[in-house]
């Protein structure tokens, strides 16, 4: 747990880094000059409440008062980016805040970026005919011929003429060509 003595040693820089008086600061602040005064000194132990007011006087974040005060713990989960970050003392708080914020939207949007090219990919795999499908259809073409030439119940109730109708498969990216094939008859078209 931070001492008082660190808090005020902390509030007093980041009040000399913002460049304002122990007056400026207690008017922003909403709290007496004395009062502030001891603060900085080590004298007297500011709650929460009275820490949030200082931090906004500063315009820094409450939570970088409440971590030098001890009332809470300094975030564990954060890599070796954002620990330099609130590592080095030549950033204001303010600073630090907002290049953990871009730091954080650029993750964000990253990931998002991420989930849209896994989606897309997925969608693509699910749209493309695969070459499985393919080959049970032409199974299943010869399967309906053989079954029409043996007179086999429901054979009947088969669109030979729908079945007959030609293929016309996608071209390939390294064949130019494109192939054509009815029931029985493959055929190279120019």
Same mark, same amino acid.
């Given at each position: 747990?931070?001492?008082?003595?660190?808090?005020?040693?902390?509030?007093?820089?980041?009040?000399?880094?913002?460049?304002?008086?122990?007056?400026?600061?207690? &008017?922003?602040?909403?709290v007496s000059n004395p009062y502030l005064?001891?603060?900085?000194?080590?004298?007297?132990?500011?709650?929460?409440?009275?820490?949030?007011q200082i931090a906004k006087g500063l315009?820094?974040?409450?939570?970088?008062?409440?971590?030098?005060?001890?009332?809470?713990?300094?975030?564990?989960?954060?890599? $070796?980016?954002?620990?330099?970050?609130?590592?080095?003392?030549?950033?204001?708080?303010?600073? &630090?805040?907002?290049?953990?914020?871009?730091?954080?939207?650029?993750? &964000?949007?990253?990931?998002?970026?991420?989930?849209?090219?896994?989606?897309?990919?997925? $969608?693509?795999?699910?749209?493309?005919?695969?070459?499985?499908?393919?080959?049970?259809?032409?199974?299943?073409?010869?399967?309906?011929?053989?079954a029409d030439r043996s007179g086999v119940?429901?054979?009947?109730?088969?669109? $030979?003429?729908?079945?007959?109708?030609?293929?016309?498969?996608?071209?390939?990216?390294?064949?130019?060509?494109?192939?054509?094939?009815?029931?029985?008859?493959?055929?190279?078209?120019?």
């Open positions: 747990m931070a001492s008082s003595f660190d808090l005020g040693e902390f509030i007093r820089e980041q009040r000399r880094n913002a460049q304002i008086s122990v007056r400026q600061l207690s &008017k922003l602040a909403g005064s001891q603060i900085e000194r080590g004298l007297r132990r500011p709650s929460a409440e009275i820490l949030q315009r820094i974040s409450a939570e970088a008062l409440y971590v030098q005060a001890g009332i809470l713990d300094e975030r564990i989960a954060g890599g $070796v980016v954002v620990d330099a970050v609130l590592a080095d003392a030549t950033l204001t708080e303010r600073q &630090k805040q907002v290049m953990l914020e871009v730091y954080d939207s650029f993750r &964000k949007e990253n990931q998002r970026r991420q989930t849209d090219e896994a989606l897309a990919a997925q $969608v693509a795999r699910r749209a493309a005919p695969s070459n499985d499908a393919f080959a049970e259809a032409v199974d299943t073409i010869g399967d309906l011929d053989d119940d429901g054979a009947d109730d088969v669109d $030979v003429e729908r079945v007959a109708e030609p293929v016309v498969l996608p071209p390939s990216s390294s064949a130019p060509m494109r192939t054509t094939m009815t029931r029985h008859n493959p055929r190279r078209l120019p």
